[in-house]
Nanobody, 121 residues
Framework: QVKLVESGGGLVQAGGSLRLSCAAS????????MGWYRQAPGKQRELVAA???????NYADSVKGRFTISRDNAKNTVYLQMNSLKPEDTAVYYC???????????????WGKGTLVTVSS
């Protein structure tokens, strides 16, 4: 069984920074792309940033230049460094990873339970 666990959310003032972490554990053979999504109240879940196993990244236009995604393949962990936070960044942030497990060797998308980020003005 594979599990994703996020950490690092919280309350921060506008202009501040937070760093989110997401660790994958369980019967993992390999991890392909990893990413962060967010869902604000009353809105659809949207992609924030993603990173391939080789380190290629892509970002939502709204966070380019402020957020940085990175990963530590040895630790099966993905990070999201969030700087210059704005009130509109307030949302539940979800970790996503495409993981091939040891049992079936099938690549499946897994989700974390989410971590709340609140940015006050």
């Amino acid at each position: 069984q594979v599990k994703l666990v996020e950490s690092g959310g919280g309350l921060v003032q506008a202009g501040g920074s937070l760093r989110l972490s997401c660790a994958a554990s369980g019967s993992i053979f390999s991890i392909n792309a990893m990413g962060w999504y967010r869902q604000a109240p009353g809105k659809q879940r949207e992609l924030v940033a993603a990173i391939t196993s080789g380190g290629s990244t892509n970002y939502a236009d709204s966070v380019k230049g402020r957020f940085t995604i990175s990963r530590d393949n040895a630790k099966n962990t993905v990070y999201l460094q969030m700087n210059s936070l704005k009130p509109e960044d307030t949302a539940v942030y979800y970790c996503n990873a495409n993981i091939r497990d040891l049992g079936t060797y099938s690549a499946i998308n897994y989700w974390g339970k989410g971590t709340l980020v609140t940015v006050s003005s």
